[in-house]
């Protein structure tokens, strides 16, 4: 049975009549991909991570890493389905495709395809192998990271040289998805770090040291200035639009995976650097992670306790509430990545704290997207689907 004839004939039935929009894209099937932009990537973002993560916790749990492996592949298949109907968007809708690149929210969400790239990939490596092999996965996860690495650096340009030289940009216009175009390349240093002990030594290893390194100093000097923005915007303009309160969630991305980066870096580091230079490494992740570390949980109470103020107004539902996800994930894989480095008690827990968060934020947005799908409310122009940040 067709579920969109269906949505159209319950409708009928309550005596209720569908948005306009919604109402033609339901009655043009096709018309599901005309607005499909790359913020739907963030549902793969949020689900390839609580695979990932459940693959470092510090701490072994009966059954996990098999579920976990499953989580991987259903953001597996989510990857190919996703990037299937995006090429016939692309296809079919191309100026549709173009517009978003000049969308005052969704021109930022043009990084969420890399991100989702390389957390499949690295979930091959860490998780996928036990199913498919580890050459098969090494395959895969080296293919996935080169196409993400080179998608993620083209957008951590190309986003923001668009902003700064077209766009006109409020003072109170700064919010959390301004970090989307620039975190890539952070992701790719920190998936990096699992290959390096696939290539043979030599300048192969070293050049993927230290070209991940570069990729840390990227994500992590321009996130620096844009959460000095939102910060900002926040103390002098308040919370804005209340669709948009959950990405302040994403400030918690790049915290995440810097800490988990350097630690992953700096454990590798050995395999490619001479001392002392391995050893300063090691030794930078943890100088470095602890403070970041402390700064990512405070953090999360501001956006807690702000989300929860929205909430009791209202918040309501669109494909940004995948911001619950990805970034408390790369929470979990920094303090999983802290505890092992250090062997803290404290913080093994603290990552499983913070792991039984991500699953309880994951399977709350995944179902109110099915349900958003299915009744096809998550299909609307960008400009329904989510306003633009200026009060």
């Known amino acids: 049975m067709n579920p969109l004839a269906t949505t159209r004939r319950t409708a009928r039935q309550h005596g209720r009549r569908l948005p306009g929009p919604l109402l033609r894209a339901l009655d043009r099937p096709s018309d599901l991909f005309r607005h499909l932009g790359p913020n739907w990537y963030a549902s793969i973002m949020g689900t390839g991570i609580v695979a990932n993560a459940a693959a470092t916790l510090p701490v072994h749990i009966v059954g996990l890493r098999t579920a976990g492996t499953a989580v991987w592949a259903l953001a597996a298949v989510l990857l190919v389905g996703l990037t299937s109907a995006w090429a016939v968007h692309w296809t079919r809708y191309r100026e549709e495709a173009r517009a978003h690149a000049g969308h005052p929210v969704m021109a930022y969400f043009w990084g969420a395809p890399a991100m989702a790239v390389l957390t499949v990939g690295a979930g091959s490596l860490s998780l996928g192998r036990d199913w498919i092999g580890l050459r098969p996965a090494v395959a895969v996860a080296a293919a996935l990271w080169s196409i993400g690495t080179l998608l993620g650096l ?107 980066a350097a630690n992953l870096l700096g454990g590798v580091a050995r395999l490619a650097l001479p001392r002392p230079y391995s050893s300063a490494a090691e030794a930078f992740g943890f100088l470095y992670g602890i ?66 968060v991500l699953v309880g934020a994951w399977a709350a947005v995944a179902v109110r997207t099915l349900l958003g799908s299915a009744r096809g409310e998550l299909f609307l122009p960008a400009s329904r689907a989510l306003p633009p940040p200026a009060a």
């Open 291 to 356: 403070p970041a570390w402390g700064f990512a949980m405070m953090w999360l109470a501001l956006a807690a306790a702000m989300t929860l103020r929205t909430a009791r107004g209202h918040l309501p539902f669109s494909l940004a509430w995948w911001s619950f996800t990805f970034p408390v994930g790369t929470c979990v894989t920094g303090t999983s990545a802290l505890a092992a480095r250090l062997g803290s008690v404290p913080l093994a827990g603290a990552a499983v704290g913070l792991y039984a």
């Open 154 to 260: 083209v957008t951590c340009v190309w986003i923001p040289y668009r902003v700064m030289t077209g766009h006109e940009v409020a003072a109170d216009a700064a919010f959390g998805g301004w970090l989307m175009p620039v975190v890539p390349p952070m992701v790719s240093a920190a998936t990096g770090a699992a290959l390096l002990p696939h290539l043979a030594p030599g300048q192969g290893r070293l050049s993927l040291l230290l070209g991940c390194y570069a990729m840390l100093g990227i994500s992590l000097f321009a996130a620096l200035v844009t959460i000095t923005q939102i910060w900002a915007r926040l103390v002098h303009h308040k919370l804005g639009p209340a669709a948009l309160v959950p990405t302040l969630w994403i400030v918690l991305g790049p915290l995440g995976q810097s800490v988990t």
